[in-house]
């Protein structure tokens, strides 16, 4: 557990703290602050230790030799300078035989400073002066780069490096021990986290966070290796050292008979240095620099324990092929993740750092849990941890805001390589979103800390293994799924199709693609009408004619005529109605004796699309055949073909702990719509007697009901899926957006509860062709953003929408009513469970969106239903303008009493001021 800041020790972090002031002065921005006092405080840091360490050698050699130390002997100079080398903590020639630090040479007026202050850091060790950044060569490495940021503070004006210098050479750490050390720089660590970190990818790990992690590690060392013999710790992205201090001061704390190294690698060149510089004064720590995924230099070790706070979200392009060559076993090509984030990496590299009885606690965000599709990599690398290794013990969802800079959620994995017994095949998922309490002031974005009863109730949770409050136990297979492949002969409603593929030919066609026609004899187009453009521009223009049609329809003379709804699919021949099919006429190039013609293929064929289902997943092979049988016996009434199944494995928290907001029961509504009638009565009196008569109606809009049915339906009504009643759904366009070009497209502002606003489009350039078109009646779905992800609206026009609108297209108009207020009363029950992401930029899962359960009635009552709503509901609106005038009414009278007061045209002489009124 990280210690806690003490009264002293708060003294001398806010100490260091103000020497900031200065480079504010110096019109430095914040964000930048952090650059020019990491150095100073590694070198006070440096400097206190090797003071303590002069004291601490000079008194040894009084009490073994009996005789005082004269820094004057040569013999004794040696035997402390041999000493400081044999220790390897640093050593400053000057500082550990004179005792002359940064504050002597801050005593020396005058001169050149910047060149004072610079011989006296080159008389430090090599390593020292690597790691502070000093004598670097051009295009070498700088580290904490205090060469440059001192002389970059002694070339500005009024010259701040002097300055700067003396308030840190004022400030005494030798009276603070190593951990108290470590306390202070994990204060002032936290502060910079505030003010520099900018991407969700720089995490500085909050204390709280850490407290809870090493918990759990401490608890899973209790109940496995136990308190004794070796404990080797490993941070792979170590950033300061903070996280894997933190948990070798809990193993150390809980377990004092415990060996505990500690071993971390960092790439980011100051932080590694300031890590480097702690792990001097720490037993048997040691820190590395350099790419941990490309150049793993603990490659050969294996760790007890293992904690980290990779980075989110940073795209890993740039070393692809390496890892992609890598030859360690650490990554496995059919486990990359996509090149935008690549979290797994970590989680894969920490997977095969575990030793046998190796443990882990470390922290994603939660791409990491839901991202990639099945056999994928994200998804494969998921399978891998939970089914293949069964190292995965628990899954921590985090509150919000718990870190400086980011307000998505995070969640803590907990590895185990020796679970126990009653473990296996178990995961076990822990709500703690709603486990902290709020911090005041906040801190950035964080404004929520997890306490310490809270961290004590979440390390309950987990060691109790068991279903609880916010626990889900889940067996392996509940977090796998089959996506099953098919192809589908589609049918109408009636059950009907067309049988088989059959070309049309004739002597004369006509073929009709919307009001455009093309005359096609004996298969081949008619050239004439097109005038002097080349055959493969009328090849191309016939060609998106046929693409773009709404309705497509060939007339064979002497023959049938056959038109087919390219929205629906709906074929007729003649004047009968033949169920679904495809008619499809496509133009090439053909050559005949020299000449370029134009070939015209006219077929009449079955409608075939490939379709998915997820299906729950069992590892008995037997069971889980059945599974997917029994599922599409159950949900897939058309003719199918299997094309294939992938496992796929995706941890969900939305589905398993729901956010659903409560439905009243109307009566309840109606006594609360009551009371509120009478107390806007009452108010009503008060300001007529005293100001106007002012009259005003006011009622309550009244919850319908829940996205889903809650206890049993009627009977007579059928559990059928919206995918049932749906012709397609799709995204919408990516538009090109421009200003003044009498074009809009909808985005998710349209979209508000029951309406859709029209003033909340957006201009941009001319859309064509069918992506990101709606029809009438089409429901519009916002299926992107959090917050807003699930709203819908049935709109009564055409037009376009943008890729952050789905839109809905259903079979029949009635179901289309039905449909959109079945979704519409409470939208946070899809965002709730078919949200993907863990940003803003959360997105609807369309495949699983459409698989959802929903109570049907037969069309009839369809029809009265939503006639009933449209009735019930226009009267509500109604009363809602009554309220909204109301207010307005109410607001200007507001305005109006406080204009007529102060400017006197109310004689208030004869009023008397109650005794408690405040006297000018």
Known sequence: MTKKIGAG???????????????????????????????????????????????????????????????EDPSHMEWLEYAAKAANKGNNRDLLLHGKGLRETCLVPGGNFLTRLLTHLEQYDPDTKRLLGIGYAQGHAKFLDMQGKASDLFSRDNCPLFPFAQKWASIDLTPFDNSEITTIEEHIKRKWADISAETAGEQYTPSDVIDLATAI????????????????????????GNFLFATEDALREAFPELSVRTRGQELNDALYALAAIEARFREDARIEWGNTLTNDLFLHDKFDAIVANPPYGVDWKDIKKTLELDASGRFDKNRMPPTPDGQLLFLQHAAFHLSETGVATIVHSGSTLFSGDAGGGESETRRFLIQEQDIVEAIIQLPRNEFF?????????????????????????????NCFTKIKPSLNQKTCAIDETNRARIVEAFCNFADGPITRKLRIDALLYNKVELELWRHDELGRAIGKSKKIEGEKIAVHFDGDVFSVGDGLLDLAPFGEITIKEIVAQFNEAARSAEQTAVDVKGG?????????????????????GVLTAKAKIAKSKGLELVKVDIVLDRLVEKDSEIVAYSEDETINNQLIASFLARWVPEPWCMLGTKTGCEIGFNPLFPKVSEIRMIKDILKEIAAVEEEMVQLEAEIAANLSDVHGAAARPIAISEFEWIGASPSHWSIERIKDHALDMQRGAQPQYADETGHFIANQACLSTYSFRPEKRKE????TGKKGRYLRRDILIASTGEGVLGKCVLVDHEGYADSHVSILRLKHQQTASFLNYLLSVNYELINSRYAKGSTKQTELQRERFLAHPISVPPKEEQIAITAFLDRELSKID????????????????RKSIIYEAVTGKIDLSSVEPPANAPMA
């Open 764 to 767: 941009c350039e001319p859309l």
């Open 560 to 580: 049938p005529v056959y038109r087919r709804n390219n929205e629906t699919g709906a074929i007729v021949i003649d004047s009968l109605e033949k169920g679904l």
């Open 878 to 893: 109604a009363q809602l303008e009554l309220i909204n005038r109301f207010s307005a009414l109410l607001k200007e009278q």
């Open 9 to 71: 020790l708060l003294s001398c972090a806010d100490k260091i703290w103000e020497t900031a002031d200065t480079l504010r002065g110096a019109g430095i921005k914040a964000s930048e602050w952090p650059a020019y006092m990491m150095p100073f405080f590694a070198l006070m840091m440096l400097e206190s230790r090797l003071r303590r360490f002069r004291q601490a050698r000079i008194e040894e050699f009084r009490t073994e030799v009996a005789s005082n130390f004269r820094i």
């Open 217 to 240: 590690i401490v608890e899973l060392r209790r109940e496995g290796s136990g308190g004794t013999g070796i404990a080797d710790v490993y941070d792979m992205a170590s950033g300061g």
């Open 405 to 433: 800079n980011t307000g998505i959620h995070t969640y803590l994995w907990v590895l185990n390589r020796a679970k126990p017994t009653n473990r296996k095949g178990f995961v076990l998922l822990i709500n703690a979103e």
